[in-house]
């Protein structure tokens, strides 16, 4: 039955977990705006990676840095296209 | 016939079956895209709540608490799937494949739930601006995961059939990379849209 669970992956789990716990903080604790949104996007990333690296196995062939390159545009894509969208609509530019 | 590298897992093994993994990744950097400028509009829109109630209002922690666990808890299991075909083992993969859709079964469950309740306490999609880019975005995500639950569907009644083989492998494989990606997307939204709304 071991065999089925293997040590990365239900660490992997673990972990997530934790970080869903470490997100909750905002919620449960009375934290600034500013903290709050620090602690979100540290732990959001941080799980995000943890699925692409672990769960997903990004990194386990030759295409490794095409995905990995692959995934970094995207995001870097939407982080652009969500900052440029705040700024021209709502942060009165 | 294709040129079949024992080397590695059997959902690699041809060249086809390499390309089909790597052109999946490269759709779901389209996807990454799609839900960017969903949230896009949702930052830009969240203020703009009209006569409807806000997202502190309308949002709870305990229905959103469980939608996170049951998909966090489905992503690790579909990931079990995954490595009990690798494993080589029929039973074991269609247990997990089988416990990955129920749960995501429960979450569309919960989230049916949610919607029926916010049109109920008078936040349906028409009301305000924040509640359609609200709606919409968690919309787009309930439906794929109902997409997501057809195709798993579909993939485990060809694995009962056919046993693991490449072509069945490769399909498990790359269902697992879509699932996990639902669980990524779930992550922004339960940190962005309901904690940051219920900050």
Known sequence: MAK???????????????????????????????????????????????????????????????????????????????????LILLWDM | MAKVDHSVPLEYSTEENDLKIFG??????????????????????????????????????????????????????????????????????????????????????????EFVHYVHIGAGITVSAFTSSLLTTLGTHGLHVTVGFFWGLFIMIQIAKRGINSATANKAFIFSLYWHFLDVVWIFIFSFIYLKGMM
Do not use: C
Request: aromatic letters at 16%.
């Open chain 1, 4 to 86: 089925y669970f293997p040590l990365g992956q239900v660490m992997g789990f673990v972990f997530s977990l934790i970080l869903t716990g470490l997100a909750l903080l905002v919620h449960f604790t009375d934290m600034s705006m500013k903290t709050g949104m620090i602690v979100l996007l540290v732990t959001a990333f941080l799980q995000a990676g943890l699925q692409f690296a672990i769960f997903m196995h990004a990194g386990e062939t030759k295409d490794k840095w095409s995905i990995y390159s692959n995934i970094v545009y995207g995001f870097a894509m939407v982080i652009i296209t969500i900052l440029g969208t705040l």
């Open chain 2, 24 to 113: 999946f990744w490269v759709f779901l950097g389209a996807e990454i895209m799609l839900f960017g400028t969903l949230f896009a509009a949702y930052f830009t829109l969240v203020d703009r709540t009209g006569s409807g109630p806000t997202g502190a209002e309308m949002f709870e922690i305990t229905p959103v608490l469980a939608e996170t666990f049951i998909l966090l808890t489905s992503s690790f299991t579909i990931g079990l799937a995954v490595h009990a075909m690798r494993l080589g083992s029929k039973k074991a993969t269609l247990s997990f494949m089988g416990v990955t859709l129920a749960l995501g079964l429960a979450f569309l469950g919960y989230e049916i739930f």
